[in-house]
């Protein structure tokens, strides 16, 4: 079995205590980060997949998603680039009544690596709570809002609706996470969309131009 398959597999099973080391060997074996990445990310939805089928539940599905962060713990330091100058203040967070953070925290690993100065407020987090962090910190440019669950596309609806309807200025509103779509995007008044991290790092930099 390869190197990413064996990552893959246990990201599955939620072997916290094996999956940071498989990465390790997976990319001392000559793999490229994102690929690693990539493999984790598939595992997570064989995960889902499990879960819709009923072949596993809650508990399983958390302890996949704690795996995969202990392998992204490694890739940190090799996906996030060493930007010098500041694009200005990107606020990110998981809207209201949304736990799922893994998706949030990589496209705030590469806006971070675009060059933003990231300041993370969480999961689960009330739209007023975004018009606090803007007007708690400098400089913010790109406001950045995530959600993954069907249920929780109309807390990312009031989100944007309370952060525009705030009078404040000088930023824009990026959203996203698997439920979301252009559409809904432009229709709830965003300002941009992206369907992955990536993509969410590249939005951030032209809107914030
Ligand atoms: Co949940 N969960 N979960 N879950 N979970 C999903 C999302 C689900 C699709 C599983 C399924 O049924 N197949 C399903 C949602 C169905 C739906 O909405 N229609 C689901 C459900 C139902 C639930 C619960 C309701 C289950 C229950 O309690 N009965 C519950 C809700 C809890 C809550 O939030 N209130 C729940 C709970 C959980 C856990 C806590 C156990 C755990 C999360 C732990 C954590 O995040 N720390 C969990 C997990 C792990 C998943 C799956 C398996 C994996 C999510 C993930 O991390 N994916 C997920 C199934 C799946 O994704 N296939 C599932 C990997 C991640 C890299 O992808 O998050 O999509 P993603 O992020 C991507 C893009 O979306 C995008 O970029 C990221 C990277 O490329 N993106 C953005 C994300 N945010 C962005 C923001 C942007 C731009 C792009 O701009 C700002």
């Given at each position: 079995?390869s190197k990413l398959?064996?990552?893959?597999?246990?990201?599955?099973?939620?072997?916290?205590?094996?999956?940071?080391?498989?990465?390790?060997?997976a990319l001392?074996e000559g793999n490229a980060p994102?690929d690693i990445?990539?493999a984790?990310?598939?595992?997570?939805?064989?995960?889902?997949?499990?879960?819709?089928?009923?072949?596993?539940?809650?508990?399983?599905?958390?302890?996949?998603?704690?795996?995969?962060?202990?392998?992204?713990?490694?890739?940190?330091?090799?996906?996030?680039?060493?930007?010098?100058?500041?694009?200005?203040?990107?606020?990110?967070?998981?809207?209201?009544?949304?736990?799922?953070?893994?998706?949030?925290?990589?496209?705030?690993?590469?806006?971070?690596?675009?060059?933003?100065?990231?300041?993370?407020?969480?999961?689960?987090?009330?739209?007023?709570?975004?018009?606090?962090?803007?007007?708690?910190?400098?400089?913010?440019?790109?406001?950045?809002?995530?959600?993954?669950?069907?249920?929780?596309?109309?807390?990312?609806?009031?989100?944007?609706?309370?952060?525009?309807?705030?009078?404040?200025?000088?930023?824009?509103?990026?959203?996203?996470?698997?439920?979301?779509?252009?559409?809904?995007?432009?229709?709830?008044?965003?300002?941009?969309?992206?369907?992955?991290?990536?993509?969410?790092?590249?939005?951030?930099?032209?809107?914030?131009?």
């Amino acid at each position: 079995m390869s190197k990413l398959q064996d990552v893959k597999l246990n990201v599955e099973k939620g072997k916290t205590k094996l999956v940071a080391g498989l990465v390790q060997e997976a990319l001392d074996e000559g793999n490229a980060p994102k690929d690693i990445l990539q493999a984790m990310v598939e595992s997570m939805g064989v995960v889902g997949d499990k879960f819709s089928s009923g072949e596993i539940f809650v508990p399983e599905m958390l302890i996949a998603a704690k795996a995969m962060a202990k392998g992204v713990d490694v890739l940190r330091p090799l996906l996030a680039g060493e930007g010098t100058v500041s694009l200005g203040t990107c606020i990110i967070g998981t809207v209201a009544g949304d736990l799922h953070d893994i998706g949030k925290n990589l496209v705030s690993m590469m806006i971070e690596s675009a060059g933003f100065d990231v300041v993370d407020i969480g999961v689960d987090v009330p739209a007023q709570k975004f018009v606090d962090a803007i007007k708690e910190n400098e400089n913010v440019k790109v406001v950045a809002c995530s959600a993954l669950l069907t249920t929780t596309m109309p807390a990312l609806k009031e989100a944007v609706a309370t952060i525009k309807g705030s009078g404040l200025e000088g930023f824009k509103v990026i959203v996203g996470g698997a439920p979301i779509t252009a559409e809904f995007a432009a229709e709830i008044g965003a300002d941009g969309f992206a369907p992955d991290a990536g993509s969410a790092a590249v939005k951030a930099k032209e809107l914030a131009q």
